[in-house]
């Protein structure tokens, strides 16, 4: 690539100042010995006429030297104090801006795996100036074992063009052996002839107390979940239990006051609060199937199958089917399946709700070591950029879908268009159950 204005630039401007001296002096040397040669073969003359012949042929001599040769190097050399110049504050705004954001830089030149870290990418370690080696190996060996595959091929897909930035969330050991958490943000600078990355410079931000904000976010999570569970888990009883049993009386005792009656205007009062209080009974063991459905302790595929068996007869509209293959009767840890039925009754009550679908497709499988749910619609769909700017329903939603998720170390990934459905999906790592859970 022609870097800019290099049609301008003069051919002779590339001489060094030492060379340049050397061309100027060979000039007033050959002026000299050329007015000698004249001379000779003149007539004598005057030494007044010697005296002004002499600098007219030096200044005839010099003055194309000096448009040629001085005027364009003084312009360079100004030029050159401009850039050096502006390079210098440019690298004082970048200080500034570095030591605000208290970031440590790296520079990484990769033919000649040439490295720089600045101090405080050295001290954000607890290493003092200069006591780390310049090398790739000096970042790469600090790395979390859990964290090297995934920061490694990150830098990589980034230098083989398949990403536009190189962003990694990774743990470094300090000096005293703990980890620390950085966020690693780069981008390659420069290129070579065939169109391979050969440098690449980025930013390390210390994150470690967001991190530990997170975790302690994700365990409140956790414990306000399942404290929500247990509350469900409780009013589903009473719903179940007291409710329940008082409906079952209250039809009881208008049945017997029924066959007590003679006028059949009476009777036929008493069958309609019998049937009220059948739907009263039915919607008790509708709402607290929903609360806690009681095939979940029997495992997740049994209440989804449940919860759909009571779910059909109301949405005539709607084809929902149910995949789950390998799964039926196999168990995960009571967190994990009380997470995905949840995530499960949010995605498919948004479907029902918002899609205007003719088809839902729930599909439970397992991968290696993740297990992965799936509520796919064929309905409107939506931009994937209202996933930020949704309405209230679906956002609360979609914030408590992911905090469930990922306060067990999964991840929630949505897919959807306008006009071609919309498809949520839950990744969770597989948990067996715990022996307590078992017996």
Same mark, same amino acid.
């Given at each position: 690539?022609?870097?800019?204005?290099?049609?301008?630039?003069?051919?002779?401007?590339?001489?060094?100042?030492?060379?340049?001296?050397?061309?100027?002096?060979?000039?007033? &040397?050959?002026?000299?010995?050329?007015?000698?040669?004249?001379?000779?073969?003149?007539?004598?003359? *005057?030494?007044?006429?010697?005296?002004? !012949?002499?600098?007219?042929?030096?200044?005839?001599?010099? /003055?194309?030297?000096?448009?040629?040769? &001085?005027?364009? &190097?003084?312009?360079?050399?100004?030029?050159?104090?401009?850039?050096?110049?502006?390079? $210098?504050?440019?690298?004082?705004?970048?200080? !500034?801006?570095?030591?605000?954001?208290?970031?440590?830089?790296?520079?990484?030149?990769?033919?000649?795996?040439?490295?720089? !870290?600045?101090?405080?990418?050295? @001290?954000?370690?607890?290493?003092?100036?200069?006591? /780390?080696?310049?090398?790739?190996?000096?970042?790469?060996?600090?790395?979390?074992?859990?964290?090297?595959?995934?920061?490694?091929?990150?830098?990589?897909?980034?230098?083989?063009?398949?990403?536009?930035?190189?962003?990694?969330?990774?743990?470094?050991?300090?000096?005293? #052996?703990?980890?620390?958490?950085?966020?690693?943000?780069?981008?390659?600078?420069?290129?070579?002839?065939?169109?391979?990355?050969? $440098?690449?410079?980025?930013?390390?931000?210390?994150? @470690?107390?967001? +991190?530990?904000?997170?975790?302690?976010?994700?365990?409140?999570? =956790?414990?306000?979940?399942?404290?929500?569970?247990?509350?469900?888990?409780?009013?589903?009883?009473?719903?179940?239990?007291?409710? #329940?049993?008082?409906?079952?009386?209250?039809?009881?005792?208008?049945?017997?006051? +029924?066959?007590?009656?003679?006028?059949?205007?009476?009777?036929?009062?008493?069958?309609?609060?019998?049937?009220?209080?059948?739907?009263? *009974?039915?919607?008790?063991?509708?709402? @607290?199937?929903?609360?806690?459905? %009681?095939?979940?302790?029997?495992?997740?595929?049994?209440? /989804?199958?449940?919860?759909?068996? #009571?779910?059909?007869?109301?949405?005539?509209?709607?084809?929902?089917?149910?995949?789950?293959?390998?799964?039926? $009767?196999?168990?995960?840890?009571?967190?994990?399946?009380?997470?995905?039925? $949840?995530?499960?009754?949010?995605?498919?009550?948004?479907?029902?709700?918002?899609?205007?679908?003719?088809?839902?497709?729930?599909?439970?499988?397992?991968?290696?070591?993740?297990?992965?749910?799936?509520?796919?619609?064929?309905?409107?769909?939506?931009? =994937?950029?209202?996933?930020?700017?949704?309405?209230? %329903?679906?956002?609360?939603?979609?914030?408590?879908?992911?905090?469930?998720?990922?306060?067990?170390?999964?991840?929630?990934?949505?897919?959807?268009?306008?006009?071609?459905?919309?498809?949520?999906?839950? &990744?969770?790592?597989?948990?067996?159950?715990?022996?307590?859970?078992?017996?």
């Amino acid at each position: 690539m022609t870097p800019p204005n290099a049609s301008s630039k003069h051919p002779l401007l590339d001489i060094s100042p030492g060379r340049l001296m050397w061309v100027v002096l060979l000039v007033i &040397f050959l002026a000299e010995v050329g007015e000698r040669l004249l001379l000779s073969n003149m007539p004598p003359i *005057s030494q007044p006429a010697q005296v002004f !012949f002499d600098m007219a042929s030096m200044l005839l001599v010099l /003055l194309p030297a000096y448009f040629l040769f &001085f005027r364009p &190097f003084q312009a360079q050399w100004h030029q050159r104090q401009r850039i050096e110049e502006e390079l $210098r504050k440019s690298e004082q705004r970048l200080k !500034f801006a570095l030591e605000a954001t208290n970031d440590g830089l790296w520079d990484w030149i990769l033919p000649t795996d040439e490295v720089y !870290f600045s101090p405080r990418w050295q @001290t954000m370690l607890g290493y003092e100036v200069g006591e /780390l080696e310049a090398s790739y190996h000096t970042w790469e060996s600090r790395i979390h074992p859990e964290d090297r595959e995934k920061t490694v091929q990150a830098l990589l897909d980034h230098m083989e063009g398949r990403s536009s930035d190189y962003v990694t969330e990774q743990r470094l050991k300090t000096k005293g #052996g703990e980890y620390i958490w950085v966020l690693d943000r780069g981008r390659v600078v420069e290129w070579d002839a065939s169109g391979k990355a050969s $440098r690449l410079t980025g930013t390390h931000t210390d994150i @470690t107390r967001r +991190k530990q904000a997170e975790a302690e976010i994700h365990l409140l999570w =956790q414990q306000l979940d399942r404290a929500s569970e247990n509350e469900r888990a409780r009013l589903a009883r009473d719903l179940h239990d007291q409710l #329940g049993q008082l409906v079952t009386v209250l039809q009881l005792e208008i049945g017997v006051f +029924k066959h007590s009656l003679k006028d059949s205007k009476h009777v036929g009062r008493c069958r309609t609060l019998i049937d009220l209080t059948t739907q009263i *009974s039915n919607e008790i063991r509708r709402v @607290t199937a929903r609360l806690r459905p %009681p095939a979940l302790d029997t495992g997740l595929v049994p209440a /989804l199958e449940y919860d759909l068996e #009571g779910l059909r007869p109301h949405v005539l509209d709607l084809r929902i089917s149910l995949h789950a293959p390998g799964l039926e $009767r196999e168990r995960l840890d009571t967190e994990s399946e009380i997470t995905l039925f $949840r995530i499960y009754q949010e995605a498919l009550t948004n479907a029902i709700k918002h899609a205007q679908a003719g088809t839902i497709d729930i599909e439970l499988q397992r991968e290696d070591s993740e297990v992965i749910l799936t509520v796919r619609d064929d309905g409107v769909g939506f931009e =994937q950029q209202k996933l930020a700017v949704d309405s209230k %329903p679906r956002g609360i939603g979609l914030v408590g879908m992911r905090e469930r998720i990922t306060a067990l170390g999964g991840h929630l990934e949505i897919s959807t268009r306008p006009s071609r459905g919309t498809a949520v999906s839950a &990744f969770l790592p597989y948990r067996p159950p715990k022996s307590r859970e078992m017996t």
